[in-house]
């Protein structure tokens, strides 16, 4: 009887063939995916129905081309990766409630008891609708993303910080463009409407309050325990070094498991797992369905989660070479306070160059070599905390990744359509 394999040995194993530069994000209710030309969204309505929207990506490489040099392109991608994160939820959050709040008026105006609820079912068709059953599951929890953190289209919680975790791969193009380029443009807010839209304003507070929350977690907490167990930084560099690595995983992996207990981000982490699937689906070269994705590991060797586990291997290195202690000494900073402000203000300077060098090794040199025995081990931290951060999804939300899925791979045709026939157009003229 053979054993059956594990989804971590699966992502490996069965890494297709078709290497996709596509990837995603799970968001509340829905996925976000990102190709050469644009970036879509797929949102689980309450109605049931499955809500589509893409915008264009415009390439900086001719203008900025310095940004799209080694170690630089990391930090432009995670920046990127950020913003467009930033964006995708928003749109999410204004579509996976749009019905709620006016469920929750009618019901307070006219209650429907279920005595009265069996009465409509029984006069006919032309009265179901009043027994309709509601299409989302309720809450197992009493932890409700908008209530608990505010209205969803003008304050996102510091789980924004989570956009990084699902960056897979390089997408050929530069910042975003603003303009949006939907499928249905009736479900498009208004411009009148500032209220439900997401304004660069917003956007910056949420992101400035997303890091700043990400530095208190993973660089100022970590440092300020390390200095009380091992004492100043000066006195035992490479232990202080390495205990501060190790408190700063065991916080990531701890804050990840907490919030992983939340029903609604549990849900997400389904929404990351539909989003690997469908990705493995298409490398396999398999048409885009959820029998077929539904069969394939919830994991994928290319996770950007990889590369925020990498981020925090790397880091112990850089801070252990960089000589700090002479800086020390040479400015003669006391002990205490001072010293230790000095020592996280060096971690949050040289955190570009850490997101750099991990960018390089998980995302260029990992994706490259998915056969390369170092791989699987550089990799393996990486793919442990997927088990985290993904969960087997139901049909509905491979649905979603399907639909996201594919209105990338419809403009890439159209685009490589185009190109095809520009290229003809010219060499007719040349033969001419």
């Known amino acids: 009887m053979t054993r059956e394999k594990s989804d ?16 995603g994000q799970a968001l509340l209710e829905g996925i976000m995916m990102r190709g050469k030309y644009n970036w ?58 749009a019905e709620e709040d006016e469920g929750e008026e009618k019901a307070e105006e006219k209650p429907v008891s279920g005595t009265a609820c069996e009465a409509a079912c029984e006069q006919g068709p032309e009265h ?52 949006a380029n939907s499928k249905d443009a009736r479900n498009i807010p208004s411009a009148k409407e500032p209220e439900s839209e997401f304004g660069k304003k ?36 490479l232990l202080w070094n390495i205990v501060d690595g190790v408190l700063r995983v065991a916080v990531f992996v701890f804050y990840i498991w907490l919030i992983g207990r939340m029903s609604e981000i549990k849900r997400m982490f389904g929404y990351h797992g539909a989003e690997h699937k469908t990705i493995h689906c298409y490398e396999h070269g398999l048409p885009l369905t959820p029998e077929n994705a539904r069969s394939f590991p919830r994991l994928h060797v290319r996770c950007g989660t ?25 400015w003669g900073v006391p002990d205490g306070a001072p010293k230790l402000a000095l ?36 990799l393996w931290p990486g793919m442990q905390m997927q088990y985290l951060t993904t969960n087997e999804p139901d049909d509905g939300m491979l649905e979603c990744a399907i639909a996201a899925m594919k209105l990338v791979l419809d403009r890439e045709e159209a685009e490589t359509g185009k190109a095809a026939q520009a290229e003809q157009t010219t060499q007719a003229a040349q033969t001419a």
């Open 202 to 237: 917003e956007m910056a507070i949420s992101m400035v309050c997303g890091l700043a929350l990400g530095i208190v977690l993973f660089i100022v907490a970590p440092a300020f325990i390390t200095n009380l167990i091992v004492g100043e930084y000066d006195g035992n560099t």
């Open 306 to 330: 990889a590369f925020l586990i990498m981020v925090m291997i790397i880091a112990i290195f850089v801070y252990t070479v960089v000589p700090l202690n002479a800086l020390i000494a040479a």
């Open 343 to 378: 020592v996280i203000l060096s971690r949050i300077v040289l955190m570009p160059v850490i997101a750099g060098v991990s960018y390089e090794i998980t995302v260029r040199w990992a994706g490259s070599h998915p056969d390369n025995p170092l791989v699987k081990v550089v």
């Open 8 to 23: 971590l040995s699966r992502a490996f194993s069965e890494d297709g063939a078709r290497k996709t530069h596509v990837g």
């Open 128 to 179: 179901e609708a009043a027994c309709e059953q509601p299409t989302r599951q309720e809450s197992e929890l009493e932890f409700s993303w908008r209530d608990d953190f505010g209205r969803p289209d003008t304050v996102i919680d510091a789980l924004g910080a989570q956009s990084s975790l699902e960056v897979v791969g390089e997408a050929e193009g530069g910042a975003p463009e603003p303009a």
């Open 40 to 97: 879509s969204v797929a949102v689980r309505e309450p109605s049931g129905a499955v809500y589509t929207e893409e915008h264009d990506l415009a390439s900086g490489k001719e203008k900025n081309g310095w940004l799209y040099w080694p170690l630089v392109r990391g930090c432009r991608a995670l920046v990127e990766s950020l913003v467009l994160g930033f964006k995708a939820l928003e749109i999410a959050t204004l579509h996976a409630y």
